[in-house]
């Protein structure tokens, strides 16, 4: 299986082609609804960003909060089309990678193709097996948002499929 | 009159909130390594193969099957010789679902506000809240923890007589197909039929509730049942959208009485945890 190295490189974006596992290792940042919400907020406004977009990879997941010896709770993939919105501005804000579950929108898939990126999906309500693959987690933006606050995380081995690459083919539409 | 505490009543709400949340119901655990045989594509297989995977790593370690641990719905089924007693019922409910998913350490997925300011309640309160008032002198206590990936592609229409079955199942399918691979397939799927708009979706809930082993004790309906899986399963969404066999595990499906005008018909996805509970308090 292919190992992918974060943040991701552009010339490694290019080989992946949709339908194919990969594991995933490195660094993403965490972040889902409320948290896109004020990032696009933010980047409107000329504010500078928690973290540098250039390059970075983003996983909308709204962990359950870590017992005392876990890194972090069960943290699978929440559904990617409600980030799509907000998508369009982070990708021309430099953002390269996105993980998440389901099907995403047309503007979506457009800004792939424009702007070279890849979205990855994981298996939906397998979030305690992906907890295992999470070697660390920082919360460094919005922690009033609890399970949805902004998050640097460490992986290791995460498991997805390529689910939109660079010429905006479809796992979902894959005949095989 | 016999006399419960409603202390009892959110003690049992805890534990189920507790254990619905890390073990899968066994018959669900079942039917997917079932389904899983009937995959022959690599991504349907290993979907699968995770799923059974991530159940037993979520009761061995205690860590929530899926980090959605949903909002929480309280049915009680009240049986009309009791006392409650030690305080408000419903506050006890809360503290319930409170106790349980802080003391879980499940995620608080509730905000105060739906339009506004989204703020979060920070203890997944308060729970929705069904009572019903049955022959009796038990407390029956049912917890589901309904996550939003499946919620959010649940749909209600207001069919007309004239739609008759095949309205049903055109609007039940159309559902499903617009659900996809987003709401987490291999789905649960209730549906409830009649009753009223509110009812409907109501009953198209505690459809869920059911036991996937058990079909409607109406045969025409058990049968409506079997028809709508087939129908759904030769969709060939398949599990996690990835393509396959299997898209759904079981359609569920209530009917009530209705109106001589009507043909209501509800549809609420579950995903594959369908995670549910109960406890009779006598």
């Known amino acids: 299986m292919k190992h992918i190295t974060l943040p991701l490189q552009k010339e490694e974006i290019e080989t992946l082609q949709a339908g194919e596992p990969v594991l995933l290792s490195g660094m993403m940042y965490t972040?889902?609804?409320?948290?896109?919400?004020?990032?696009?907020?933010?980047?409107?406004?000329?504010?500078?960003?928690?973290?540098?977009?250039?390059?970075?990879?983003?996983?909308y997941v709204g962990p359950t909060p870590a017992r005392e010896n876990q890194v972090i709770g069960s943290a699978g993939p929440t559904t990617s089309s409600r980030m799509d919105p907000y998508v369009p501005l982070l990708a021309e804000n430099g953002l390269k990678g996105m993980i998440g579950k389901g099907r995403r929108s047309k503007e979506v898939i457009d800004a792939i193709r424009k702007h070279q990126m890849v979205y990855f999906v994981c298996t939906g309500g397998a979030g305690a097996l992906l907890s295992h693959c999470i070697t660390s987690r920082e919360v460094i933006a919005f922690p009033e948002?609890?399970?949805?606050?902004?998050?640097?995380?460490?992986?290791?081995d995460f498991p997805c499929f390529v689910g939109l690459d660079i010429h905006g083919n479809d796992i979902y539409d894959l005949e095989d | 009159m016999k006399k419960i505490e409603v202390e009892r009543i959110s003690q049992s709400i805890e534990r189920i909130c507790g254990q619905i949340a890390c073990v899968y119901d066994p018959d669900i655990l079942a039917s997917i390594c079932k389904g899983r045989e009937n995959e022959s594509s690599p991504?349907?297989?290993?979907?699968?193969?995770?799923?059974?995977?991530?159940?037993?790593?979520?009761?061995?370690?205690?860590?929530?099957?899926?980090?959605?641990?949903?909002?929480?719905?309280?049915?009680?089924?009240?049986?009309?010789?009791?006392?409650?007693?030690?305080?408000?019922?419903?506050?006890?409910?809360?503290?319930?679902?409170?106790?349980?998913?802080?003391?879980?350490?499940?995620?608080?997925?509730?905000v105060d506000d739906p339009i506004y300011e989204r703020k979060n309640t920070k203890?997944?309160?308060?729970?929705?809240?069904?009572?019903?008032?049955?022959?009796?002198?038990?407390?029956?206590?049912?917890?589901?923890?309904?996550?939003?990936?499946?919620?959010?592609?649940?749909?209600?229409?207001?069919?007309?007589?004239?739609?008759?079955?095949?309205?049903?199942?055109?609007?039940?399918?159309d559902t499903v197909a617009k659900a996809g691979p987003n709401a987490c397939p291999p789905f649960v799927i209730g549906v409830g039929v009649g009753g009223t708009f509110d009812s409907c979706a109501v009953m198209s809930k505690k459809a869920l509730l059911r036991p996937?082993?058990?079909?409607?004790?109406?045969?025409?309906?058990?049968?409506?049942?079997?028809?709508?899986?087939?129908?759904?399963?030769?969709?060939?969404?398949?599990?996690?959208?990835?393509?396959?066999?299997?898209?759904?595990?079981?359609?569920?499906?209530?009917?009530?009485?209705?109106?001589?005008?009507?043909?209501?018909?509800?549809?609420?996805?579950?995903?594959h945890v369908c995670r549910h509970g109960s406890e009779v308090i006598e």
């Open chain 1, 31 to 59: 972040a889902r609804d409320a948290a896109h919400k004020k990032l696009v907020e933010m980047i409107e406004k000329g504010e500078r960003l928690p973290f540098d977009l250039h390059g970075a990879s983003i996983y």
């Open chain 2, 212 to 271: 996937i082993s058990v079909s409607n004790p109406d045969e025409r309906y058990a049968d409506l049942e079997n028809r709508l899986l087939e129908k759904i399963n030769a969709m060939k969404i398949g599990p996690m959208g990835f393509g396959g066999n299997t898209t759904a595990l079981k359609v569920q499906v209530e009917y009530a009485p209705t109106h001589i005008a009507g043909l209501p018909v509800a549809v609420n996805m579950c995903c």
């Open chain 2, 43 to 110: 991504r349907s297989i290993a979907a699968m193969d995770t799923l059974v995977q991530n159940a037993q790593i979520a009761v061995e370690e205690r860590i929530p099957i899926c980090q959605d641990t949903g909002l929480a719905i309280v049915y009680l089924k009240i049986g009309q010789d009791v006392a409650l007693t030690g305080g408000s019922l419903y506050e006890a409910v809360n503290r319930g679902v409170r106790n349980g998913y802080l003391g879980h350490f499940l995620r608080a997925s509730s």
């Open chain 1, 145 to 156: 948002l609890l399970a949805e606050a902004v998050a640097r995380i460490e992986v290791k």
């Open chain 2, 123 to 173: 203890d997944n309160t308060p729970a929705i809240i069904y009572t019903d008032i049955v022959d009796g002198d038990c407390v029956e206590v049912s917890v589901m923890a309904k996550g939003f990936g499946s919620e959010n592609k649940s749909a209600l229409k207001m069919l007309t007589p004239a739609d008759g079955e095949q309205g049903v199942i055109d609007f039940v399918c």
